[in-house]
């Protein structure tokens, strides 16, 4: 059985929020990790799609071997 973890209200508010705003910043933890950086860059590509202003913040540097990633040079 699948549980719901997140109450729809939330995911309600938070479309509405993502909707209404014209630019949008996405900031990771410091020292970001692959899961960090994709998580953000994933969301990043996203907002691009539905024509959102989107920026991608990493306070520190993040491991130079994962350059890799798709939107990695955007941030």
Known sequence: MIKKIIEQGLIDRAQYLIAE????VIVTHSGPDGD????????WRYLKIIEKKATVVVPTDFPYFLNWI??????
């Open 21 to 24: 705003a014209e630019n949008i």
């Open 36 to 43: 960090a950086l994709g998580s953000s860059l994933c969301l």
């Open 70 to 75: 798709p939107g990695a040079d955007n941030i």
